[in-house]
């Protein structure tokens, strides 16, 4: 048996928070979160102690229920803290983003963290494409599109381009490459 627990870095304010969607920015105190980072990583070293074997962060925007809005900079930070926990990646949301980018990022944490990564590349939801402006018709079209190209570009050895109907590179040639092939 496997044993995994899902951080959310969860933001405990100082008072009680408005239930509206998206929940003001201004509310949002500095000591807070950096208690709710702080309690991360001692929450994580000690499921590590007590043999858990990996731990999943996740992607959320606009909300301080879960403080992850980039998995990537939580794996990175969390891969330099555990010595021996898989870090899975609930996201990144790949149609809000540049997947060549997200290629080379996951690449490098891959290697930063020795091979302890798995990736489960989501399509987000539609609040999130209203979010940044994309149509929420067009997400699943988006993610498959970024998946493939996000896949070539670990795997082809050779500079290629894009011309896809959603993104549009002249050249892809990513370093470093994923340590996991």
């Known amino acids: 048996m496997k044993l995994s627990f899902f951080e959310t870095a969860r933001y405990c304010p100082p008072e009680a928070l408005p239930k509206e ?30 043999g858990f ?15 992850t809005p980039s998995p990537i900079v939580s794996a990175a930070f969390l891969a330099a803290h555990l010595k021996r926990m898989t870090i899975a990646l609930l996201g990144p949301i790949v149609p809000h983003s540049n997947p060549v980018r997200l290629a080379e990022e996951i690449a490098m944490l891959d290697t930063m963290a020795q091979g302890r990564l798995v990736v489960g590349l989501l399509r987000g939801t539609s609040n999130e494409s209203l979010t940044y402006d994309l149509n929420p018709e067009e997400a699943r079209e988006r993610t498959d599109e970024g998946m493939e190209l ?7 050895p050779h500079p290629f381009g894009w011309q896809g109907r959603h993104f549009h590179y002249r050249t892809v040639s990513i370093w470093p490459r994923p340590l996991q092939q």
């Open 21 to 50: 969607w998206p929940v003001p920015s201004g509310l949002y105190d500095p000591e807070a979160g950096a208690r709710a980072f702080r309690g991360m990583v001692e929450r994580l070293e000690l499921l590590e102690e007590l």
């Open 150 to 156: 996000m896949l070539r570009a670990w795997t082809e």
């Open 53 to 67: 074997d990996w731990v999943s962060v996740s992607e959320h925007h606009y909300s301080p229920r879960i403080l």
